[in-house]
T-cell receptor
Framework: AQSVAQPEDQVNVAEGNPLTVKCTYS??????LFWYVQYPNRGLQFLLK??????LVKGSYGFEAEFNKSQTSFHLKKPSALVSDSALYFC?????????????FGTGTLLAVQP | DGGITQSPKYLFRKEGQNVTLSCEQN?????MYWYRQDPGQGLRLIYY???????QKGDIAEGYSVSREKKESFPLTVTSAQKNPTAFYLC???????????FGNGTRLTVT
């Protein structure tokens, strides 16, 4: 069965420092991986995705993610954090049960950027 | 602007009452989804529909029902059979396989 794990409930980082939000996955085939961000009482916003190609994927708001097949990881990164990056981040993997875009989500990581 | 509209933003109901959450999209997407979000549990799939007049149960469909009579609309009914209905409900849609999901801004349902 497909699954995705976000091992950290919360990540704290100082403004201007690099940030990493971790994600590992388990799939039976080639993974389709996604990162979303959620601000309080709002829906999820798409940040970036990996389907195939370069292992380093660039997305919105200066975020990027590195796909590592051997470690089954897809960590979200940003070189310099902003206070406005503080939000809840979700990693997701496409569920291969049928020709759909059903996604399986991790439990989320709360990113707190201190000024 | 294209997008997904969920209404109402906040909904309060008494236990034992059915309630319907609205989801409308103007993105011309075939597929639509309902997720439930609870603190610390991520998002869990309730129902999804890939085409008009067809829908499938997700992982936590018990106590919920849906309809898909129009491409643009995918309403979710939370029935009195749902044991713990208080949650944040998110509707999403998508186009072709591999495309990201587009989410509405959610409905927060409180049942007392």
């Amino acid at each position: 069965a497909q699954s995705v794990a976000q091992p950290e409930d919360q990540v704290n980082v100082a403004e201007g420092n690099p940030l990493t939000v971790k994600c590992t996955y388990s799939v039976s085939g080639n993974p389709y991986l996604f990162w979303y961000v959620q601000y309080p009482n709002r829906g999820l916003q798409f940040l970036l995705k990996y389907i195939t190609g370069d292992n380093l994927v660039k997305g919105s708001y200066g975020f990027e993610a590195e796909f590592n097949k051997s470690q089954t990881s897809f960590h979200l990164k940003k070189p310099s954090a902003l206070v406005s990056d503080s939000a809840l981040y979700f990693c997701a993997v496409r569920d291969y049960g049928g020709a759909t875009n059903k996604l399986i989500f991790g439990t989320g990581t709360l990113l707190a950027v201190q000024p | 602007d294209g997008g997904i509209t969920q209404s109402p933003k906040y909904l309060f109901r008494k236990e034992g009452q059915n309630v319907t959450l609205s989801c409308e999209q103007n993105l011309n997407h075939d597929a639509m989804y309902w997720y439930r979000q609870d603190p610390g549990q991520g998002l869990r799939l309730i129902y999804y529909s890939q085409i008009v007049n067809d829908f499938q149960k997700g992982d936590i469909a018990e106590g919920y029902s849906v309809s898909r009579e129009k491409k643009e609309s995918f309403p979710l009914t939370v029935t009195s059979a749902q044991k713990n209905p208080t949650a944040f409900y998110l509707c999403a849609s998508t186009g072709r396989v591999g495309s990201p999901l587009h989410f509405g801004n959610g409905t927060r349902l409180t049942v007392t």
